[in-house]
């Protein structure tokens, strides 16, 4: 591969995603490995570099979990979903917000560009309701289960977002939202990644996760490009199963409500958030209309 | 009092103030009582109806020693300073940012208007230095202390908050800083307020505190107007002293660095901040020029 | 009554009116008794500062009468109306624009705000025809009587209006209009003003007058809140009569074209329009759809 | 002539004074026949089309002397100088402001272009004070006069000009000023065309008079182009004098104070205004430094 | 004729057509005659001077034909139209753009106004494709004929003269067209004129060619204006015929499409482009809906 | 090489150069050989594509040369330079403008974007004067030689230029400048771009040639990076010598005056204007100040 080569190739995307929204939603190892965060970081700030408008959501499961154990509160799950109790929400929020969050506005200031940290409740972004309790198989047994604090996005409100995309700023989202009573809510990174990016009209939407995107039946090949209906067709046949069908969920509500593109990309590897953006083939899986 | 004498006595500090920025430090019980924090809030909200810009800037001491306690992290102080490891700053930051920060946003957005919640570190806005080892009298001896991760602001890059009230939303500052390789600072509030009254060119800086403001020696009366000379001399002279030299010191710098006055004002009192601002005598003390 | 709950009051009042148009009639004592005028002026000055953008309208029937006989020149009525013939026009012309108009401005300049006085031809404000002849009872006779050089009014263009108010003047407006062949005619002043306020899109008309607002039958209380039907019932009920029903008519009219309430507010009160529009109750009658 | 030449000829000046303001004294017979009247202004307007910004200045000192005899208010004068008592300012203001300027306006609808008659006290155009008494000669008697209601401007403040201009308006102003008390002030109109067209930074001051311009010492030709230093030579060896002299000193002052050029124009001859402005020779005496 | 009288008959049309957009086509011996190019050019700028935006639209038959012999190659033409092989086509271009073109810039440039000359390939102002082969007689028998690297316009982009009008540059274009695949085509001049009007939205189009404008059968009356409808009616008539109909054609499809009129005016008399522009009759024929 | 290493390397220069200009002087085997024209071209179009305002300039010698062979006019050459008579001057003309220049604008068209071609008589962009007789070597002997119709730049108005790149034109520049009398004359292009540059501002002058950049005495290795004081050295010593001279001139004269900096790239291989770009070591030669 000539230096021109790859230039000529990618020349092209870059300026078709000049001034152009990408909302990347940091998961998998980027979130408790600090040297694979910031190399995730780092690409994500070159995409600003050459005038992506760039949103970061992250997670934060694993860490929420460790420090309720470092507190001697122990977490509680049903059916493996967790009970979100008032303490659970407030030691969550405070890892989040506190600590995850200002984390990663850190890190890319240490790269020479300038984020702001927000959650959900800041400028009424993600206004979210309780979750009704949902059924959950418990051994043999299925039973109705309330998950506390936990909320489903209802409205989002994208003003802050503009306000900070327009002053160059990239904005890093906790995941918590804010009912209509002013009450905080843990909410799925997954669900407020894609939202978010249909509220901004977003072109990209990037799930940066453990795995390398849909693969065939037999797990060697990685599907780089997926039309919607073959991936829903796909999910009907039992071809995508297990975890990767919540992976994709987002990413199909994404492009069926106008973001052009949402990619499943292993953010594990080094750079692949460029290879995916920047070469024609790309190494994740794009979805598309 | 007739209402009618009340309106033409406020009406003209309403105009003067239109469109002029306010930082308002909240502190005392504001911190730990919520119904004194929630009338607060309203009158701040208030401020923003009638067209001035408003920051928030808070505080959290009591707050981080109570979750300190309740993590069985005991606090230690030396000379009445406290130590900050990189534990009790890990606290610090979630407390203040993920707790304390979020609260003031959810209730704003109560009173049916838009906050954003940020800290030092978001859009470099605070950029700090540690403080040198300080010296500190323990007992009968006098001796060096290294208080860890405190810091000194070195600069104040506002532009995140011009950004914020442009769009109309009240920024709520939460007094942590970042130094120039990235690391998180603790800094005091007190002189957070200052440096951003300072650099936003603020009309106004309101220290809400748990006092009515600057007294005379037999503390029966409160001094409404205060020369920043005045101030001074009564410093020289002991009038002021003990705890109320650090309260006033950043209103004086604010004062001299042009913020046009600067108002020591007891907020555990209902109102006080309006009446202070709205009526020709005010409640607590105004130093100006 | 506590000063905090004045401002507690008025403070979101203040807030819902600022940038919002009010037109006002000047009427009753104010037009004759010099320090009733000038209180007045005072208080819409006030408005002006706390960010209202303010019309004025002015009458002036008893000055043209007084100047007519230092002239010697006898006011002419059929049925209780006034004929203008040209010379009674060119008098109410120069009493009106030359004197009463000036004054207002002068009085405006000496409270440090800025004023414009202009009358209907300026700018093509009001366009209007020669009214119709009138049917008239006189004695017992019905007779139809030629008024002379009196409009009605056909078309308003504001944009003379918005360019004042756009440079933050205070427009003053004499009730002359003209007419398609550059004639000027007399007009009423009560009319005048409801037509500039639905011109304007206006979010406020107060009409400054002798009485109290619209009263019960027995006349002992004020009705502060009116609808639009009621008031139309009360007339059809003769229960609002007389003098009452023409100082409601453009009231009524200018509710019904868009602007957000009509106030019959007595002028004659010292402050009764800072009353009117910054308490809950206000003092006088407000008419909304 | 033929046509095409009188276009080239008459193009580049259309061109050149595209945007420019000119600010013309309408005096003479115009204030008194109005066909005269009538011609000038249409003249003006389209002076106006062809992309000028026009203001107009009038006096009216015949008029006011006609209506106070009407009055029965016998004009006072010493030695030639009209003395001005409260009542002939009432009357002077009601006709100028109330009559004449209105009587404009309406000329200049008619035309089918918008006007905006104000005086001096609207928007504190011109801010006066009283004249200081003058020493006058009465009979073989030099005495001290204080002629009364009279001012010398002492500012003026030119942004309502600026304001109506820009909305496309032809500003009409009457010769009232106020001071800083708020009272009204008669005022020469020649100076307070001068001072405006000097407060505008307009590019022209056209003076429009009963006289052909400058004349050489036996008073036939016309000089066209004079120099401010030949005009001031002329005044000190006597070839201009009497009443031309008066006439050119707002000339003059307009002239030094950076108006590009300054025209004494008769105005009595039809379209002399176009003739001057838009041809090589011109018809008065144009001033420049 | 007094100069007053042109004067006061051309300034409502200067006013009329200030900010218009007027497309010229210079044809005819202006062309070939330098001394009345220039002339032209002259006026064209005074059009410019007074505020119109002028587009100049040239030929250049003669002076190819003259070229192509120069240069040794025999022009071909069959039954009277030109043929265009790639030699002919390669030398009008060099013709048009880099003689003719450059040398209307430079003349522009000395009456001291910017032009800037383009072609119909810059900024793809003109879209053309390949004409048709042509039904042509020769002598006795008609027959099919491959005009060669001529075009017809099928789009046009008048983006680029919007960008250079609005910098007051005066556009001049070359009659080349530019074909989807890149490739240059020879371009009637008269219908590129009328396009680039239309598409423009022009207000007017002018054909200065070598005849005075329509005329009656007699040829000794020129008709001034015409109604489309009118002219229709004439060529069906036969009233119109010959080598006037080809210049009638563009101005026709230029007023069917929104251009408010469009003239035929005889450009080899000096100055007739003023005075059809400028006095009430005009001197040729004006075309309107 | 891996695909995310050229990537990491140049997205930083991409951003680097996001809205900056840069001046591309076309020379060499482009001039004559299609088919590296139309690589140049595209790689010019891609900077354009990723941000860059790129302006073209073109030479033309050798197809004037054979222009004129072909058409029968010998071309004259004393002591090596070009002798430019009238006739000359106007083939040259023919041929940039009409030939070369309208080539490339239809190149670039073909890649999907837009250029304008001009001339440096276009909006007055470059004024010339007549070039002094310049002393040359013919033989043994010197004598003076008037080069005819050449120019030396004397200004650059580059507004034509701002206003075609803020509507996102690449301008296309023929060497052709006009004189103060509005005469055509020939110019070097290698002047013209540097001098273009200059005048924009640009940020970069790009020399592409047929040499591979500023190589050490025994022209094994080409200098990468030239500091200009280097140049100047070398030059001094003798190893920059001969024809490499006149090609750095122009760039040594655009670094000088605030082009951040100039390079010389041999333009015969394929995509060098990428790799010279977007590389940390480049492929020719850059100097800087």
Known sequence: MK?????????????????????????GHAMVDQSILETVIRDAVLLRYVGMKVVLVHGGGPEITAKMEAMGKEPKFVGGLRITDAETLEIAQMVLV??????IVSLIANCGTRAVGISGNDGNLLIARKMEPQRVKVGEVEQEVDLGQVGEIEEVDPEVLHCLLAQNYIPVVAPIAIDRQGRSLNINADTAAAEIAIALGAFKLVNLTDVDGVMDADRTTVYHRLALTEAEA??????????????????????RNGVASAHVVNGNREHNLLLELFTDQGVGTMLTL
Chains 1, 2, 3, 4, 5, 6 share one sequence.
């Open 3 to 27: 230096r021109e080569d790859v230039l000529m190739e990618a020349l092209p995307y870059i300026q078709k995603f000049y001034g152009k929204t990408i909302v990347i939603k940091l998961g």
């Open 98 to 103: 506190g600590k995850i969050n200002d984390g």
């Open 234 to 255: 796909m999910i009907g046949a039992g071809v995508i199963a297990g975890g990767m069908i919540p992976k994709l969920e987002g990413c199909m509500k994404a492009v």
